[in-house]
């Protein structure tokens, strides 16, 4: 166990040593000066920004101050508004990530249950119906998806607001950027009222997003429970006349289960996609409409961080979640074949 | 298999099925029960929320001509010492409660209005009241090269340089606390409209001085404290402006709990938000979208005569356009009522001169040209156009009021010119090099307008026709005729509007007769709003106000409140 931790310590490190490399790179593959196109200025004067920038500093060194300078929260400023990223992103990367938890949760909690039931009726009527609905589901363009899903909800029946993620009206004060436990914790009138608006501005948003996980999470559910039924270790469970119930709770449901994790750590990298289409769509500020408004304007510093903070947070949850898989199923790492 | 999976668990299909069931019905329950139940928790907090088109340059409308920047500044963040009346287009008080003009047109002197409060915010707290001080910091600032603040944030004063202000004035000086006393170099009837615009705002000197002071003078731009009804809270870049109400403004009209600029870019999604309800009122709705929304009880579409003109400029630089026979022919060859109901869709009057009907410097009767093909090949024969003769026209790529569809007016024109045996081509190019391109002349003629920033004639005359505005880019047809100018130039040296008409209907006579441009349309102004929105009317010398404008709010409970927030303070001249 202590050997796999390890190996994805490792594996982790040196990823997102790779990719801070790459966002130094780039900074000297965009026009102009490397220097401004890293930090957005030549004026900061903190410690590593000035051991930067100095004239004296070979490449090697440039880039041991720069990761310096990641690590003290010194992310440069925006060519577009001036201001730091450090706050900007910290201000907006709540509310993607709030968007994402909620399109997951919603995903697993709707995905697994039908998975099951569709596994558990492998080929029968009802089991078709699931894997084509899926099928479809799977096969629909999130950004199509989000379109139509406002202009049916939201501008024929008026029943939910088409962008943003509370009305501006409430002036809820930033506390931890997740806007319902701001909204729970801040003291405004008609907290409640706040608070349902949030949620519905929610609802569109998160469904756009979880649509496409939730018939990847049911159509791998129902995968791996046809599997399990299927082995040898379940037949003899059933001639031995353990009841049904334990059989399921005890060897369906757990083992069946293991291969959807590591379904879910490789979907984050698609999810994170397509929270970013969902966003500029739904006009959420999270961290994607703020990337691609920086893409549209050539603000290099903005694209370099959003890119390598985009990246570190997929690699850490797609780390972690591998990890965590290997460690409850010791049967997927393929080196303990090996060594035994 | 299956059958094997069905007999291995204990309950049986329906009963699992059932359980299933159950189990989403609760949480689409809970879902619900959570987002729905709007009854019970009150109401919204009030306010106005105006989609705006895009993120201002600055707060402060000084710096930057774009109306974006005018729109959420010069009216709500600042007064200026005069303004403009909104249905008569006369001047009347603002800071200045009243002027004095000398006998020669030289001096101005104001008086100004006592107990002016600036705007208390968290970012700074004025300890007196507005006077002449604030006067002089804000004209000097763009007046005065060594003003401490003329360079702060790189700033170019456009407005003011165009119209050349800065050589205008002579001096500016200190009478007492509430009195300055302007000097101007020569006289110019425009000079108090020009104080009415937009542009003209005043600043608070004692912000300025604490940001001096501060070491962060460029803050003043960004950071704006004025005397205007709202005071500046927060602006997120590409997502909101929140403005508060001053509650000390020195009017005493109602003013909204709070004014939210909500950023949106694009045009179809502010008609979307508008329709359901997220936006009081739009930037810039689309001509194509007002008919839809006069349909739309929610809606209400207000629509005003602009004092805009669209026009079709010959390069008068250029032969054989030089010629005015020319240019009489290519424009009796095109049919303009045609054109109107093509482009404009009945958004805009006819055009008989430079500026519109509404304008006291309008006359009757002037000679309009009448579409006539025979007479104009008759003329074009005589001028020594051969059959086939090949001219270009320049249509602007960008959607503009006075011209909403410069492209398919081109083609329009083409066709018209085809019958004539004239090959036309249209040309375009990104705006900022078109522009720069028609400054160097290389156009034939080209399809663009004119907005007035205030209501004086001489704002359609000068910067249109005159000799001077062929180099700072605003005579397309490269117009230089010093009887023109002699007549607009004495024009704006007489305060008498009676006899300055005359001598703007001799100058319309003359363009009429030398046709330099063929005006086509003055269209129409449009602002919509959202029925509940109150006190919300187009303002039609520059940009928006929300000054006295509320909203009533019909809500479950039963009384149709106004939110409102009354200033207390009563107006003393």
Same mark, same amino acid.
């Given at each position: 166990?202590?050997?796999?931790l390890?190996?994805?310590?490792?594996?982790?490190?040196?990823?997102?040593?790779?990719?801070?490399?790459?966002?130094?790179?780039?900074?000297?593959?965009?026009?102009?000066?490397?220097?401004i196109?890293?930090?957005?200025?030549?004026?900061?004067?903190?410690?590593?920004?000035?051991?930067?920038?100095?004239?004296q500093?070979?490449?090697?060194?440039?880039?041991?101050?720069?990761?310096?300078?990641?690590?003290?929260?010194?992310?440069?400023?925006?060519?577009?508004?001036?201001?730091?990223?450090?706050?900007?992103?910290?201000?907006?990367?709540?509310?993607?990530?709030?968007?994402?938890?909620?399109?997951?949760?919603?995903?697993?909690?709707?995905?697994?249950?039908?998975?099951?039931?569709?596994?558990?009726?492998?080929?029968?009527?009802?089991?078709?119906?699931?894997?084509?609905?899926?099928?479809?589901?799977?096969?629909?363009?999130?950004?199509?998806?989000?379109?139509?899903?406002?202009?049916?909800?939201?501008?024929?029946?008026?029943?939910?607001?088409?962008?943003?993620?509370?009305s501006?009206?409430?002036?809820?004060?930033?506390?931890?950027?997740?806007?319902?436990?701001?909204?729970?914790?801040?003291?405004?009138?008609?907290?409640?009222f706040?608070?349902?608006?949030?949620?519905?501005?929610?609802?569109?948003?998160?469904?756009?997003?979880?649509?496409?996980?939730?018939?990847?999470?049911l159509?791998?559910?129902?995968?791996?429970?046809?599997?399990?039924?299927?082995?040898?270790?379940?037949?003899?469970?059933?001639?031995?006349?353990?009841?049904?119930k334990?059989?399921?709770?005890?060897?369906?449901?757990?083992?069946?289960?293991?291969?959807?994790?590591?379904?879910?750590?490789v979907?984050?990298?698609?999810?994170?996609?397509?929270?970013m289409?969902?966003?500029?769509?739904?006009?959420?500020?999270?961290i994607?409409?703020w990337?691609?408004?920086?893409?549209?304007e050539?603000?290099?510093?903005?694209?370099?961080?959003?890119?390598?903070?985009?990246?570190?947070?997929?690699?850490?949850?797609?780390?972690?979640?591998?990890?965590?898989?290997?460690?409850?199923?010791?049967?997927?790492?393929?080196?303990?074949?090996?060594?035994? | 298999?299956?059958?094997?999976?069905?007999?291995?668990?204990?309950?049986?299909?329906?009963?699992?099925?059932?359980?299933?069931?159950?189990?989403?019905?609760?949480?689409?329950?809970?879902?619900?029960?959570?987002?729905?139940?709007?009854?019970?928790?009150?109401?919204?907090?009030?306010?106005?929320?105006?989609?705006?088109?895009?993120?201002?340059?600055?707060?402060?409308?000084?710096?930057?001509?774009?109306?974006?920047?005018?729109?959420?500044?010069?009216?709500?963040?600042?007064?200026?010492?005069?303004?403009?009346?909104?249905?008569?287009?006369?001047?009347?008080?603002?800071?200045?409660?009243?002027?004095?003009?000398?006998?020669?047109?030289?001096?101005?002197?104001?008086?100004?209005?006592?107990?002016?409060?600036?705007h208390?915010?968290?970012?700074?707290?004025?300890?007196?009241?507005?006077?002449?001080?604030?006067?002089?910091?804000?004209?000097?600032?763009?007046?005065?090269?060594?003003h401490?603040?003329?360079?702060?944030?790189?700033?170019?004063?456009?407005?003011?340089?165009?119209?050349?202000?800065?050589?205008?004035?002579?001096?500016?000086?200190?009478?007492?606390?509430?009195?300055?006393?302007?000097?101007?170099?020569?006289?110019?009837?425009?000079?108090?409209?020009?104080?009415?615009t937009?542009?003209?705002?005043?600043?608070?000197?004692?912000?300025?001085?604490?940001?001096?002071?501060?070491?962060?003078?460029?803050?003043?731009?960004?950071?704006?404290?004025?005397?205007?009804?709202?005071?500046?809270?927060?602006?997120?870049?590409n997502?909101?402006?929140?403005?508060?109400?001053?509650?000390?403004?020195?009017?005493?009209?109602?003013?909204?709990?709070?004014?939210?600029?909500?950023?949106?870019p694009?045009?179809?999604?502010?008609?979307?938000?508008?329709?359901?309800?997220e936006?009081d009122?739009?930037?810039?709705?689309?001509?194509?979208?007002?008919?839809?929304?006069?349909?739309?009880?929610?809606?209400?579409?207000?629509?005003?005569?602009?004092?805009?003109?669209?026009?079709?400029?010959?390069?008068?630089?250029?032969? =054989?356009?030089?010629? $005015?026979?020319?240019?009489?022919? @290519?424009?009796? #060859?095109?049919?303009?009522? %045609?054109i +109107?109901? &093509? /482009?404009?869709?009945?958004?805009?009057?006819?055009?008989r001169?430079?500026?519109?009907?509404?304008?006291?410097?309008?006359?009757?009767?002037?000679?309009?040209?009448?579409?006539?093909?025979?007479?104009?090949?008759?003329?074009?024969?005589?001028?020594?156009?051969?059959?086939?003769?090949?001219?270009?026209?320049?249509?602007? =790529?960008?959607?503009? $009021?006075?011209?909403?569809?410069? @492209?398919?007016? #081109?083609?329009?024109?083409? %066709?018209? +010119?085809? &019958? /004539?045996?004239?090959?036309?081509?249209?040309?375009?190019?990104?705006?900022?090099?078109?522009?720069?391109?028609?400054?160097?002349?290389?156009?034939?003629?080209?399809?663009?307008?004119?907005?007035?920033?205030?209501?004086?004639?001489?704002?359609?005359?000068?910067?249109?026709?005159?000799?001077?505005?062929i180099?700072?880019?605003?005579?397309?047809?490269?117009?230089?005729?010093?009887?023109?100018d002699?007549?607009?130039?004495?024009?704006?040296?007489?305060?008498?509007?009676?006899?300055?008409?005359?001598?703007?209907?001799?100058?319309?006579?003359?363009?009429a007769?030398?046709?330099?441009?063929?005006?086509?349309?003055?269209?129409?102004?449009?602002?919509?709003?959202?029925?509940?929105?109150?006190?919300?009317?187009?303002?039609?010398?520059?940009?928006?106000?929300?000054?006295?404008?509320?909203?009533?709010?019909?809500?479950?409970?039963?009384?149709?409140?106004?939110?409102?927030?009354?200033?207390?303070?009563?107006?003393?001249?």
């Amino acid at each position: 166990m202590i050997t796999t931790l390890i190996r994805y310590f490792n594996l982790t490190f040196l990823t997102l040593l790779i990719l801070v490399m790459l966002s130094f790179g780039l900074a000297y593959f965009f026009p102009g000066d490397p220097i401004i196109n890293l930090m957005g200025t030549n004026k900061l004067d903190s410690q590593p920004f000035l051991m930067l920038s100095s004239q004296q500093t070979n490449i090697f060194m440039q880039f041991w101050y720069y990761v310096q300078a990641l690590l003290a929260g010194e992310w440069g400023v925006s060519f577009a508004t001036g201001k730091p990223l450090y706050q900007d992103i910290m201000r907006l990367l709540p509310a993607t990530l709030e968007l994402s938890i909620y399109a997951v949760t919603i995903a697993l909690i709707l995905g697994i249950p039908l998975g099951f039931l569709a596994g558990m009726n492998y080929h029968k009527k009802i089991d078709n119906i699931f894997m084509s609905s899926s099928m479809i589901m799977y096969s629909f363009p999130v950004f199509w998806l989000a379109l139509l899903l406002i202009l049916l909800i939201s501008l024929q029946a008026q029943w939910l607001p088409m962008s943003g993620r509370l009305s501006l009206l409430f002036n809820v004060p930033h506390y931890s950027g997740f806007i319902l436990v701001d909204i729970l914790v801040s003291d405004i009138e008609n907290k409640r009222f706040a608070f349902n608006n949030a949620v519905q501005h929610l609802i569109l948003p998160t469904l756009s997003v979880s649509f496409i996980a939730f018939a990847v999470f049911l159509r791998a559910t129902r995968r791996s429970v046809a599997d399990v039924l299927e082995t040898q270790y379940i037949k003899s469970a059933q001639t031995r006349g353990l009841p049904g119930k334990t059989i399921f709770f005890r060897h369906v449901l757990r083992n069946a289960l293991l291969p959807v994790l590591p379904i879910l750590a490789v979907q984050i990298s698609t999810l994170v996609t397509n929270v970013m289409i969902v966003e500029t769509i739904f006009s959420w500020p999270g961290i994607g409409d703020w990337l691609i408004q920086a893409i549209y304007e050539r603000d290099y510093p903005a694209i370099r961080t959003g890119m390598l903070l985009v990246s570190v947070v997929v690699v850490i949850i797609t780390m972690s979640l591998e990890c965590i898989s290997q460690l409850i199923d010791p049967t997927r790492d393929r080196f303990a074949y090996a060594r035994r | 298999m299956s059958e094997l999976a069905n007999r291995l668990i204990s309950f049986n299909y329906t009963a699992r099925l059932r359980l299933l069931v159950i189990f989403f019905v609760a949480i689409f329950v809970a879902l619900s029960t959570g987002c729905t139940d709007s009854s019970i928790s009150g109401t919204a907090p009030a306010g106005v929320i105006y989609c705006s088109e895009s993120n201002p340059s600055y707060f402060n409308p000084q710096l930057d001509t774009s109306s974006t920047t005018a729109d959420v500044s010069a009216h709500q963040i600042y007064s200026r010492l005069l303004e403009f009346d909104p249905s008569t287009g006369r001047i009347k008080p603002g800071l200045a409660s009243s002027w004095l003009v000398s006998d020669d047109g030289l001096t101005y002197t104001f008086q100004l209005r006592r107990n002016v409060k600036f705007h208390q915010t968290d970012y700074f707290t004025p300890s007196r009241n507005f006077n002449a001080d604030d006067v002089i910091f804000s004209f000097q600032r763009w007046l005065n090269d060594d003003h401490p603040y003329h360079d702060v944030n790189d700033a170019t004063y456009p407005y003011f340089s165009s119209l050349n202000l800065a050589h205008t004035i002579a001096s500016i000086d200190r009478i007492n606390g509430y009195r300055i006393e302007i000097k101007l170099f020569q006289r110019d009837s425009s000079f108090l409209a020009n104080l009415a615009t937009d542009f003209a705002v005043i600043l608070s000197q004692q912000y300025g001085e604490y940001l001096m002071l501060t070491k962060q003078p460029e803050r003043i731009d960004f950071y704006p404290i004025g005397t205007g009804p709202f005071r500046f809270d927060e602006y997120q870049k590409n997502q909101f402006i929140r403005l508060l109400p001053h509650l000390q403004y020195w009017k005493s009209v109602p003013l909204t709990e709070q004014l939210i600029y909500d950023i949106t870019p694009s045009s179809s999604i502010r008609f979307a938000k508008l329709r359901t309800g997220e936006c009081d009122s739009i930037a810039y709705p689309s001509q194509a979208e007002i008919t839809i929304m006069q349909a739309d009880p929610n809606i209400v579409v207000q629509e005003a005569p602009g004092l805009n003109v669209g026009f079709w400029a010959f390069n008068t630089a250029k032969p =054989p356009f030089d010629q $005015a026979d020319v240019r009489r022919g @290519l424009a009796l #060859a095109i049919d303009k009522n %045609s054109i +109107l109901d &093509a /482009v404009y869709f009945n958004s805009a009057s006819r055009a008989r001169s430079l500026i519109p009907p509404s304008s006291w410097a309008y006359n009757n009767d002037i000679k309009e040209i009448n579409y006539n093909p025979m007479r104009a090949r008759e003329l074009l024969d005589k001028a020594g156009i051969a059959k086939g003769f090949r001219m270009t026209i320049w249509a602007m =790529p960008v959607v503009r $009021a006075y011209n909403p569809d410069a @492209l398919r007016m #081109a083609q329009l024109i083409k %066709s018209y +010119l085809a &019958a /004539v045996d004239i090959d036309a081509t249209i040309v375009t190019y990104d705006w900022n090099t078109f522009r720069d391109k028609l400054n160097q002349g290389e156009h034939d003629s080209v399809l663009i307008g004119w907005s007035a920033d205030n209501g004086d004639p001489d704002n359609f005359y000068r910067p249109l026709l005159s000799c001077d505005a062929i180099p700072s880019g605003t005579n397309r047809a490269m117009w230089c005729n010093p009887e023109f100018d002699a007549l607009v130039n004495s024009a704006i040296k007489i305060s008498n509007e009676d006899k300055r008409a005359i001598l703007y209907a001799k100058a319309n006579n003359m363009i009429a007769k030398e046709i330099p441009l063929l005006p086509i349309a003055h269209a129409n102004r449009y602002q919509v709003k959202n029925a509940a929105l109150q006190g919300f009317s187009i303002n039609p010398y520059g940009s928006i106000r929300f000054e006295g404008v509320t909203k009533t709010v019909p809500l479950p409970t039963p009384s149709m409140t106004s939110s409102t927030v009354v200033v207390n303070d009563e107006v003393r001249p």
